[in-house]
């Protein structure tokens, strides 16, 4: 067989302009997975409550990112999605493709120039971090839809806690520490609680207590509240960080329904009552920049933070195409491919993800 690699991202609109904008929010809004209900009521909400309004406020908020990784570069999604597809490619020296499960390069692009490329074997990376059926399963499953029987597909799992992965998080957040600064707020995308509770297998763990996430159960296998608990966990011990050092918290919530808490918005307009004055902030649920974290998080979460009395606001980077991170993921490409790597011999290898078959 001939083995390829598919990279997945969530997704940009092609320009900021309101029509790309409103075409990129109608497709993924319109997936069960993102708002799970009905398709009559998800179509009502979708043509009714928000297409008519949100594409201009979202597309003035692109325009205010747009080329922020340099001049010309535009979505910087899909810039440094791009970067990681190239690296990806000449370490592993095999077919590479990036698609976006939502907007474009599309999947069904992708996986016809694999095709092309005579791609039997397929590799998929989606490229979140934590499990969520709004990012991870939602890709999964339309990947495999649209190859069909056309070729055998294995999926990389959520990497939350895997030891390179964090090692990268850690180092890019160190390299960002100011001088001086008095805490470290690790802010996650927000998701519904009624999504935690649906992904709970056992029905009766998650949300169900105050201590959950840190009561074992085979649902943290699949739950996305305790995977960004875990990576923010891990990073913090790495960085020798104590417990009132740091915390989590949920951004972007949408709508009225109960999201996870506690709430970013309401974090950052709190902690400078609470002797916080100079904040660094983290969003580890993106390993590339987008406008929830430059937009969101490096213009409004700033205005928000300092108008309440905050002195010093940092916001660190995604992982973009730093070199340690590149290095993680293609590693776990050949391992999950059974690919001979130089850098180490295999006992000293670092561990990856096992594939989903």
Same mark, same amino acid.
């Given at each position: ?124 990376? &989606? ?11 939602? $890709?999964? /499953? !339309? *990947?495999? +839809?649209?190859? =069909? ?68 159960? &085979? ?11 875990? $990576?923010? /966990? !891990? *990073?913090? +011990?790495?960085? =020798? ?117």
């Amino acid at each position: 067989m001939s083995s390829g690699i598919l990279l997945v991202n969530l997704g940009t609109p092609a320009s900021c302009s309101v029509t790309d904008v409103r075409r990129y929010l109608g497709e993924f809004l319109m997936d069960p997975h993102v708002i799970d209900v009905p398709w009559p009521i998800r179509r009502m909400i979708v043509s009714c409550f928000v297409l008519p309004f949100r594409p201009r406020r979202s597309a003035a908020a692109y325009a205010s990112i747009w080329d922020a990784a340099g001049p010309g570069t535009g979505s910087p999604l899909l810039h440094y999605s791009r970067a990681l597809e190239q690296g990806a490619r000449a370490a592993v020296q095999l077919p590479c493709e990036l698609a976006m499960r939502y907007g474009e390069p599309s999947i069904s692009g992708a996986l016809d120039r694999l095709q092309a490329a005579g791609v039997d074997d397929l590799l998929v990376v &989606p490229l979140y971090p934590q499990f969520a059926d709004s990012t991870w399963t939602t $890709t999964d /499953l !339309r *990947v495999r +839809e649209l190859a =069909g029987n056309r070729m055998r597909i294995r999926t990389l799992p959520p990497f939350h806690a895997e030891p390179d992965y964090i090692a990268a998080l850690a180092a890019l957040v160190r390299e960002h520490l100011p001088e001086q600064w008095d805490h470290l707020l690790f802010s996650y995308h927000g998701l519904p609680e009624r999504h935690i509770t649906r992904a709970d297998p056992t029905g009766n763990h998650c949300l169900k207590s105050a201590n959950c996430c840190e009561t074992p159960s &085979p649902a943290h296998k699949t739950c996305y509240r305790q995977h960004c608990r875990s $990576t923010s /966990l !891990r *990073v913090a +011990e790495a960085l =020798g960080l104590a417990p009132e050092q740091w915390s989590v918290s949920f951004q972007s919530r949408l709508g009225r329904q109960p999201w996870l808490r506690p709430y970013t918005d309401h974090v950052l307009a709190e902690l400078p009552a609470r002797d916080v004055r100079r904040l660094v902030v983290v969003c580890p649920a993106f390993v590339a920049d987008n406008l929830e974290t430059l937009e969101e998080m490096g213009l409004g979460g700033r205005e928000t933070f300092l108008e309440a009395g905050g002195l010093d606001y940092t916001l660190v980077p995604c992982l973009n195409n730093r070199g340690d991170w590149m290095q993680a993921l293609t590693r776990w490409c050949r391992a999950a491919l059974q690919i001979p790597t130089t850098e180490s011999a295999p006992e000293e290898s670092p561990s990856a993800p096992s594939v989903v078959r």
